[in-house]
């Protein structure tokens, strides 16, 4: 273990995947993470084409470009990088190419900040790209292995992202483990693609799709979805047997066994409801560490013995509410009805979620439990005295 | 037929496209007036204008649209345009 | 768990100061976690960084709202940003200044320790950067971590020359503040 | 010139095969076409969404007998980069050239901020803009390389309008301002330079670019058959200027004996023909006829004069 | 009334809302709106600045500009070319600037098809623009002219899109009411906003925020989102007063008294589901109008009587389900559960959707009823032999 | 020149006011300010993302006086469109001179595609690209305005790595090649000329086009006393030739006496001490000597010889 | 409601047809829809357009399966495109060609009728643009539109003597098929 | 403070920010060597240089942030910078 930034431990393990091309533009928070592979190629520690682009569109172009000729591509980015690149994104997805990208969480302009919340990915929950959720600086080092492995597999062919919270995890120092490079060669084989730009073998990509054909292809997407929840769960188990750690499959519990409630989350929050949860015997975390594919069934089985669920995220979708939270119920729903089910929207553009606020939403959590639901969802450390 | 992923396609697939059946016009040739420029192979749009040194040059009418080029290209006045019939 | 905040300016490396401190305390076998206050400050504004050290692995993730120790790197800060804000007590703070503690005359309930890093870092660095030297008084002043994690980190950081002369700085604010004098 | 001979049978490569879906008589087809033959079997073309991409790819189908891949509209230059950085990291740099080949609209408009990109990385790419002048594939709508006075669905003649009124973009000299060590202007009508001068960008070493102009008969309305004549009218007028520009010089300007007036040009095509029709239409052929003397004057086209 | 195209009509009615600054970048099947209006400009029957731009990125920034500046704007795009502008999307809102726009649903590439879904607009669903879908060519035409008077109202001062079927609504010819100007300027008075760039109050629009302030300018979206609400109806009240025609507000019913099945849908596929649905008496249609801001109360009264809903759309998210499918369900928990709801994803990337297609879901919505439910969302009019 | 003179008092319209957060010494704030006090009241400006846009706006300050927007970090030059083409519809044309001022970034990268289609569409916009030659805002990161040589954060000097290798991207060529009327270099070192070519910028119709060089004391580092001393270097060396082309025609080049060796310009900054501290390091600096005498040669900079 | 089905190429304005009959039927006080088979195809490619017309306000937005009618403008299609496919039994197809329907040899439930609309066009109109020359053909043996109606409407779309040629080319169709001949 | 809808400030606003807090060194003037060249004024980055026909060339030390440039470009070597004390 060594104390080193969020950044440079993502960096690290990117290094570690002997990525062929990486392409990327810089946008804070995503910044150190590029700047630290660009040093790493500076000093000859990394070979591989690190392409120094005019855009975040032409990064995932060029990121595409490289995939589809055969080479294993990285990317990085967060908030208006990931707008501005979100026609790509889909693209990526369609033509089944297994890049993997670290998604830095930002909030999206206007108004610009460029502090933390998750607005930008869960926008992108419907681009065709698998979302891994990290809760600390070790599984965003871990997830970026463990991506490449799920995204290139056959049966998959999907991108991934590993999504990450901007600053909280990007710019802290903590201990982190950092593969050794064998051992992620051992984990982790070369890129062996079905299909690749080659003149050996001269295909066309990207062929159009007429309207008797473009359903089944979404379809297949679909599928390569729904296999990737098996190839999830089967890489995280074999990343513990060869690294030892885990961090749950598609979803994880925590203080589960027995809780009535149950706080609904993802990323980085997870660390401080855990200090606070672990002084309150009959709370409990569900940790939705796959956003897309959905945990459908696995979250309707950790939820069903619950009296009240807290769903805590930093988004919201204007006009109706957060999206985990319509997630969340859309899953239970025809199934588990028994429940209440409350929505907190906090930490938007940096707002910093000090313990006491999920005190508070247990507490409002309690007191549905007891008294029944009054309002649906709410906003949690608004600044009242400035509206 | 079934799908591959990511719209892949096998190289030179629309061979099965018969694009003579768009044609309205029909380009003949008089082999007696050619003098060999290749000017209709090198602008024919859809690569049917063939030649053999037997045959001289031919159409392909499978995939021959029917544009005209050729014969305006011609350099002998070999080729000329003739209404289709079907 | 003990938490630190840093106050300095965009440019004098407190974020740097937590990192180190951070990296030496995990050394010493503690639990460590070091950010800055996320920001978009240009050099010579007013910044701040944290550190959490503790003997757990330390999970959460809000700012430190209230520090046992708070360390300003920059004098001329004092009255342009409220660095006891917070600060608990019994807590330590630690500045750099020529003056003593008397003289600033800080209320509160808190131990304050002052040190004239910036003449220190002058005379053995050569050039006005106070915040190796700042963790050497960190490190007398509040035992949190040890003196040659401090300096052992620091040298590996800065290889060489600059590594010696930050070390001799380090080792200098320590053995002043843990004499007890505020120098 | 006259490297290119066309004698049919085993001779000619036929790269981009038959079956696509160009429209009869298509100026674009007969470019790709050439370009291929010049190129070999060496090249990993990549072209945006437009008419190329939409006529020869309807899955399963594909006229590409070259590996071939359709990203986006706009970012054809990206891909390609991508791909020739994949290349070189997998050791395969020496497999295949890349090469683009995308419309006007893709290039010079919603495609610039990529191509001047990949110019500035100095990537090994050749790359082809054939420009028809508007936006076909979507129904002739105009592009900055629509020329002015031409009528296109989004700059329509009309009571109060003459169509296009803003100058065509010069991609060549943009290219040449990035540094660009091959650049040249080609024309359909003109096959074999085309072919020599496709030759000359892939063996260039670094980025190269050619903007090629190619009739599109459903575009600029004129019958099927004349789309190779007219596209030499353009050139033969001085509105289409041919050269190369090697690093940063111009060399090599096709010549004119002896130009031809634009009306020449313009009245071959429905897209001028109000001009011909509307009032104040002759002050419009003017300023189009001044273009094409500004051309002669800046690339000495006279061969007398 | 006249034979128009649905293009044309909607060219008409921005017409008539005499915008100051077109911009818009051409795309099919949106094409012939654009092309309508730049043949009013060339014949002098529209004086506007019409923007010929680069890119779909630029049209939305021109509309933003000149927004800002006090113009009234309009563009008008789909799919990629909305994709390609996602990033201005949010701007916009955010910025709470109250550019229309006409958003032509088609399918997003990879595979490229230039036919008609709603991914493309259902995926701009968090971009804190108002969303109405339309049914037919004269609410495309009668729902532009309330946007404009929604959108620039200074309660909302939003961003507003009128999702319409691509070729499906834009191609087709039908008999259309188009509106007069006088009648139109009658109901839509100039746009007056209350701050604008202008040497006379120096103002600095798009400044950024910290994370002391961000949250609650999100929240002030939130809210404004919420007055919309309010907003549409009155328009739409009005709208009827004014020409006669009436829409719904939020969401509109057919045949609900008494329904057993209700289909949820929205768009253009309601014309032939009330084809259907008028041969099956308990059998009623809900349609979502306003999917931003989404009609919360409104689903859950129109539902309540219900057994089984059926949720019918033209989008999925990759790795989960329809995204109409999980609102209406997330609006239904906590506050309906005893009916069942059932998810279908048709007409992908132009898929037609046969009369058939419609029965085919009633007949399983019965079986639900009577049986109970089992698979809980499925495609339909997926061709299995080519899979 | 010289029609400028700074006088402090009521002489200086102070149109960015203080209590914006540059860095102490930043060249660009130094720039803008002069630029607004040449532009005066009747300005609109619009400013992307970047060093400028977060120096001067944190909600509820800003450090304008003229109205202002910033919208996005690619789109500045079509929200000026935009703007432009609002206050023509609104019959307020005659109001407001619209301005962006907009990072080498902004400009020459993320911004390129947008910039074109507005020189193209002919806008009567004045764009000044304040060229800091790097992503300043977010850390130093290497954009195409980084010089060869220059270590930045995205293309650091390292153990292989002399730091940046591509040649900076000939902006004002651009410019010029898409027809742009009035086209110049400045450098924030030469306070005056630039207030000077400010004014004729906005007093020419249509597009007009700066490009100016100012000085980062923090990405370039160097002592913030030295920003105009060291941006005055750039000139003196001949890195960076001031000089105006109006439609087309280069006119008006800042001849230099005595032109200084670059050495002098480049060991001022941090950026390129690794040039004097590798090994190998001698071969850069040729190789940028070589940058200025072609500029030398291109621009005439020499006074005698 | 009966249902159209056009056959014809890119770029021979067969969604014009469906258009002005489309038009033409409701000045006959009759509800209607039209539109094209959405989709990519060139000049010169096969197309096809659809109509309906019906009694009240057509709501149904699929495209036609089992047209009551079907128009075939160009005769090089037959043997290309399947445009009997779905046609109703007792439907009607109407194809350009100077065949007769017997020699057409078309087996079906169907009726056929036939007429040279390509000569009709070339010599009133002087170019072989056949699609108004079709209309006249339609409304003559189907009924379901009138025939002035659809001079009326071709008319002020084409002003002037085009307009004046088109009105002849399609009263021609209309006089023939009504007379009952196969031209 | 009330927010104001899309971030809309007022103008000039920034001038609450008292930058001159940010500075470590600070210029001092010698009006004997002063020649009125107002360079300094040109360049300040913070506006913080003043003038009046009375007391010549000031500093507004409440945003003058200590660059230095002042001085480095004083004609007159007139402006030199001092350690800040506080
Ligand atoms: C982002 C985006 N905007 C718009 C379109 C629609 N579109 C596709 S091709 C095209 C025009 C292509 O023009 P050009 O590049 O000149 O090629 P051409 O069709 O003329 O051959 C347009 C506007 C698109 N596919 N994607
Ligand atoms: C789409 C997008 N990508 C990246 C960023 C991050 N970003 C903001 S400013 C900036 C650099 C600005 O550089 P430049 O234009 O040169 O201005 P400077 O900061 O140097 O003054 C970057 C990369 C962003 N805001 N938006
Ligand atoms: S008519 Fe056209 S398509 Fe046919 S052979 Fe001649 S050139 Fe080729
Ligand atoms: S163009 Fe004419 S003369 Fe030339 S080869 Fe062809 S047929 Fe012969
Ligand atoms: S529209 Fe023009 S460019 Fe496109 S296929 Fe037809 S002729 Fe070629
Ligand atoms: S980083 Fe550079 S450009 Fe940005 S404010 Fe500081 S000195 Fe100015
Ligand atoms: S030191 Fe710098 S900020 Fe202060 S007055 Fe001088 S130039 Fe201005
Ligand atoms: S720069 Fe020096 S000499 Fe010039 S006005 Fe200022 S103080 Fe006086
Ligand atoms: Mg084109
Ligand atoms: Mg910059």
């Known amino acids: ?387 | 037929m079934k799908l591959r992923i990511g719209a892949i396609a096998d190289p030179g697939t629309s061979i099965v496209n018969r694009t003579g059946g768009w044609r309205s016009e029909k380009p003949l040739i008089d082999h007696s007036l050619c003098i060999r420029c290749f000017n209709c192979i090198l602008y024919c749009p859809d690569s049917a204008v063939k030649y053999s040194e037997k045959e001289g040059i031919y159409f392909d009418y499978d995939f021959c649209k029917g544009c005209g080029i050729c014969a305006n290209e011609c350099s002998g006045r070999a080729i000329y345009m003739v209404m289709e019939e079907k | 768990m003990k938490e630190l905040r840093i106050h300095g300016r965009g440019g004098q490396g407190s974020v740097t100061a937590a990192e180190i401190l951070a990296v030496a305390a995990f050394r010493d076998g503690k639990f460590s976690q070091a950010f800055p206050a996320f920001g978009a400050e240009r050099r010579g504004a007013p910044v701040m960084a944290f550190l959490r050290i503790g003997d757990e692995p330390i999970k959460i993730r809000s700012q430190v709202y209230e520090p046992d120790y708070v360390m300003v790197q920059d004098a001329t800060l004092i009255g342009i940003v409220d660095f006891m804000k917070g600060l608990k007590e019994d807590g330590i703070l630690i500045i750099n200044t020529p003056k003593s503690p008397d003289e600033l005359g800080l209320d509160g309930n808190f131990r304050v320790r002052t040190i004239n890093a910036t003449v220190i870092a002058k005379e053995i660095i050569g050039r006005p950067i106070v915040n190796t030297t700042m963790m050497g008084a960190f490190a007398a002043v509040t035992g949190e971590v040890s003196l040659n994690s401090v300096i052992d980190v620091v040298k590996e950081r800065f290889s060489g020359e600059v590594g010696e002369k930050n070390a001799r700085a380090i080792r200098r604010a320590y053995d002043l503040m843990a004499k007890g004098e505020s120098s | 010139m006259g490297v290119y001979r066309f004698e049919g049978g085993d001779t000619v490569k036929n790269l981009f095969v038959s079956g696509h879906r160009a429209c009869a008589g298509c100026g674009m087809a007969i470019a790709v076409k050439l370009i291929l033959e010049a190129a070999g079997e060496d090249v990993i073309v990549v072209s945006p969404t437009g008419c190329l991409e939409i006529v020869s790819s309807p899955y399963p189908e594909t006229s590409w007998r070259v590996p071939w891949i359709h990203s986006l509209f706009e970012n054809a230059a990206s891909v390609a980069s991508g791909i020739e950085a994949g290349l070189k990291a997998l050791g395969r740099k020496h497999e295949a050239k890349v090469l683009a080949i995308a419309g006007d609209g893709a290039t010079a408009d919603i495609g610039m901020g990529p191509l001047s990109g990949m110019f500035e990385r100095g990537h090994d790419i050749t790359y082809i803009c054939y420009d028809n002048e508007a936006y076909m594939n979507t129904g002739v709508q105009r592009s900055s390389m629509t020329p002015p006075g031409a009528s296109a669905t989004t700059s329509p003649a009309g009571k109060v309008s003459f169509g296009e009124i803003h100058p065509k973009k010069d991609l060549a000299s943009i290219a040449v301002a990035h540094g660009v060590g091959y650049v040249a202007t080609a024309s359909v009508g003109y096959g074999l330079d085309l072919m020599r001068k496709v030759r000359r960008a892939i063996d260039h070493d670094g980025p190269s670019f050619i903007h090629l102009h190619t009739s599109c008969c459903t575009g600029w309305r004129h019958p099927s058959s004349k789309t190779i004549e007219i596209s030499r009218l353009a050139v033969l007028t001085g509105l289409w200027p041919l050269y190369e520009v090697v690093d940063g010089e111009i060399t090599d300007v096709k010549r004119l004996p002896k130009r031809l007036p634009v009306e020449d040009y313009l009245k071959t095509q429905g897209r001028f023909s109000h001009l011909f029709r509307m009032e104040g239409g002759e002050e419009i052929i003017r300023r189009i006829q001044a273009i094409a003397d500004a051309n002669a004057e800046r690339f000495g086209l006279d061969l007398e004069g």
């Open chain 1, 1 to 387: 273990m060594e104390v080193v930034e969020g950044s440079y431990a993502v960096a690290h393990a990117v290094k570690c995947c002997r990525p062929h091309v990486i392409s990327a533009y810089p946008i804070t928070p995503q910044t150190h993470i590029v700047e630290n592979l660009a040093q790493f190629v500076a000093d000859g520690e990394l070979e591989c084409e690190f392409v120094p682009v005019d855009s975040e569109h032409s990064a995932m172009s060029v990121a595409l470009g490289a995939s589809a000729v055969g080479a294993r591509a990285y990317s990085a980015s967060t908030s208006q990088g990931l707008a501005l690149m979100w026609e790509v994104l889909y693209n990526v997805s369609g033509m089944r190419l297994p890049v993997v990208m670290t998604a830095v969480n930002r909030a999206l302009s206007a108004p610009l900040s460029i502090w933390n919340d998750q607005q930008d990915t869960v926008g992108a929950r419907d681009s065709g790209w698998i979302q891994i959720y990290v809760e600390d600086i070790q599984e965003a080092h871990d997830a970026l292995i463990q991506a490449y492995r799920i995204a290139e597999s056959r049966e998959v062919m999907l991108p991934a992202m590993i999504c990450m919270d901007g600053f909280i995890l990007t710019h802290t120092y903590e201990p982190v483990v950092l593969a050794e490079q064998e051992e992620t060669d051992d984990f982790l084989p070369p890129y062996d693609p079905e299909y690749y730009l080659t003149v050996e073998r001269p295909l066309s990509f990207g062929c159009f799709a007429e309207p008797d054909k473009f359903m089944e292809f979404r379809y297949m997407q679909h599928e390569a979805m729904e296999r990737a929840r098996f190839k999830i769960k089967e890489v995280a188990d074999e990343f513990e047997r060869a690294f030892g750690r885990y961090y749950g499959d598609l979803i994880q519990g925590y203080n589960l066994d027995g809780a009535q409630i149950v706080l609904v989350t993802f990323g980085s929050i997870i660390g401080t409801m855990k200090e606070i949860v672990k002084h309150e015997k009959d709370v409990g975390i569900l940790k939705i560490r796959s956003y897309r594919p959905f945990p459908v069934k696995e979250v309707r089985e950790a939820l069903k013995d619950a009296r009240v669920v807290a769903v805590v995220e930093k988004d919201f979708s204007a006009g109706f509410e957060g999206a985990l939270f319509s997630d969340v119920k859309a899953a239970l729903y025809n199934h588990v009805s028994d429940l209440k089910l409350l929505g907190f929207v906090l930490g938007l553009g940096g707002r910093d979620i000090p313990p006491e606020d999920i005190s508070k939403i247990i507490e409002r959590s309690r007191v549905v439990m007891d008294q029944g639901l009054k309002e649906e969802w709410e906003f949690i450390g608004l600044r009242g005295e400035i509206l």
